[in-house]
C-alpha cells in the first residue's frame, strides 16, 4: 500500500517540480532574477505641462534578469489608480531592458510607447505593478515623496 500509494505522489512531486521549474525565471526571486522593475523616472522634468516630449520623460525601465527571452505580450504595467498598460507581441532578450515610455510615439527596439494624452506615474507617491498575462504579480515598487524624481526599484 505505502508503494502503491508513493508511485503517484512521486509523479505528482515531479509534475509539480516541472511546472515550477517552467515558471520559474520570474517567480523564483522576483525582485532579483527573472522580469522586474528596474528605474523609474515617475517625475518628468521640468513643469509638467503635458507636452508629448515631457510625458515621454516620464518612463519604467523593466529589466529581464532570466537567461532566455520573455515574450511580453499581454504582461501589464499598472499604477495605483488602475491605470494599465498591456504590452503588445514584445520578446525581451536576456539581459535587455526595455523602457515604457508614457506619451505616444513609434515603437521600437527596447522602447514602448503608453500612448496616454497625460502623466500617469504621481510625483508625490505611486505604486508601479508589472502583471503576467494570467494576473500573477511579478513585482511592485513605490514611492512617497517626489526626492530626486526617480526610484531604483532594486
Ligand atoms: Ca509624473
Known sequence: MRIRSAAPAAL????????LLAASPAS????????????IQYDSPGSDRGSNGSLNAEWVNIHNNSRSAIQ???????????????????????GKTVKVRTGKGTNAAGV??????????????????????????LDSCSWSRVGSGGVSCH
Do not use: M
Open 28 to 39: 523564483a526571486a522576483a525582485h532579483q532574477g527573472g522580469l522586474h522593475l528596474g528605474y
Open 112 to 137: 514602448r510607447y503608453w500612448g496616454r494624452s497625460w502623466y500617469v506615474w504621481n510625483n508625490t507617491g505611486d505604486k508601479a505593478r508589472l502583471i503576467k498575462p494570467n494576473g500573477t504579480q
Open 12 to 19: 505528482a512531486a515531479a509534475a509539480l517540480a516541472g511546472s
Open 72 to 94: 511580453l505580450k499581454g504582461y501589464k504595467l499598472k499604477d495605483k489608480t488602475g491605470y494599465t498598460y498591456t504590452f503588445g507581441s514584445y520578446k525581451i532578450g536576456a
